[in-house]
Structure formats: structure tokens, C-alpha cells
């Protein structure tokens, strides 16, 4: 969504530039890129994005002298949940339609739980920017303008990331839910 207001207060042109966007998904792929049933990738994402600007503006078009000042803005904030999920009883020496020459050769034989696990691995992104502007000209002839204009930003990012790993001893298989509650405050 965005949306702009203009209010002219005579001399003063207020203008307000808002915008808002969520995004949400879910998608899985297949990560070992065989037709073995090996590996699932699963990915929950959700972005939600705001902005607010506010401008100020001189009003009078025919003055020689211009000026806008303002203030703008903006918080983001990305969460992604990442799980792979491990067949950990899948046999790389099997025979069957996958294998009809008998074990994959490409892979290490033995069960795949020997060198795979399950993955969760949460991450979060926040990103919060403020900045104040302002800029005049003043024309000098009709051909000829001076310009100038200062901008102050303060951008703040925070990054949380963690890993979990199932590979534990007596645990072969490990369940994770995306839609899991996840603490990113350690």
C-alpha cells in the first residue's frame, strides 16, 4: 500500500509519502537434486516494510528563492525460517527403480544418516533508518541557479541468526516446526 497526501497551507506546501508492504511465503524444494528421496529444503519467510516522509515546501511558484524541508523514516523486518529435513534411514547402496545398477556410486554407501542431519536455522533482519533533509535554490538569472542541500541519515541494523543441528547421540531423527515460536533474544 502507499499512499501521498498534499495540504496547502498557503505560503507552505505539506506533503505526506507513506507506504506499507507484507510479505509472506512458504516453498520447499528438493536440495540434493536427485530423484532419491533424500533431502527437503522447507523456507517460511515474512517481510513487513514501513515508510513515512514528510516534506515541507515553499508555496510560491514565482519567487526566485525555493527551499523544501523534511524528515523521512523507515523500519523493515525480515524473518526467515530454514529447515531441512533428512531421510536419515535412506540407504545410499540401495537397488530398486532409483538404482537399477545397484548403489549410487557418487555417494558415500551406508545409511545417509552417517554424514547428513536435519537443520533448523532461524534468522532475523531489522533494519530501522531515520534522516532529515533540506535543500534551496535561488535563481540568479532564468538561466542560472544555485543549489544546496544537506541530508542526515541514522541507519540502525540488527542480525540474529542461529543453527540448530540434530545430529545428537541416540537421536537419528529430530523434528522442527516453522511455525515454531523462535527466541532471538541470546
Do not use: H, M
Given at each position: ?31 540434493d537434486f536427485s530423484p532419491a ?150
Open positions: 500500500f502507499t499512499g501521498t497526501i498534499n495540504y496547502d497551507a498557503g505560503p507552505v506546501l505539506i506533503r505526506s509519502i507513506t507506504g506499507y508492504s507484507d510479505f509472506f511465503a512458504r516453498r520447499s524444494s528438493d536440495n528421496p533424500v533431502a527437503i529444503d522447507y523456507n517460511w519467510t515474512r517481510v513487513s516494510t514501513y515508510s513515512q516522509e514528510i516534506q515541507f515546501l515553499s508555496n510560491n511558484k514565482s519567487s526566485p528563492f525555493q527551499w523544501i524541508v523534511g524528515g523521512y523514516f523507515f523500519s523493515d523486518k525480515v524473518e526467515e525460517r530454514f529447515f531441512s529435513d533428512n531421510n536419515l534411514a535412506f540407504s545410499t547402496t540401495g537397488t530398486g527403480p532409483l538404482f537399477p545398477g545397484g548403489a549410487i556410486g557418487l555417494l558415500p554407501t551406508g545409511s545417509i544418516s552417517a554424514f547428513r542431519d536435519d537443520a533448523f536455522g532461524p534468522v532475523q533482519v531489522r533494519t530501522k533508518s531515520l534522516a532529515a533533509f533540506g535543500q534551496a535554490s535561488y535563481n540568479l538569472t532564468e538561466a542560472l541557479r544555485v543549489t544546496a542541500g544537506a541530508r542526515f541519515t541514522s541507519d540502525e541494523k540488527r542480525y540474529a541468526a542461529g543453527v540448530t543441528r540434530a545430529k545428537q547421540p541416540g537421536v537419528t531423527n529430530y523434528a522442527f516446526g516453522l511455525e515454531q515460536p523462535v527466541n532471538y533474544a541470546c
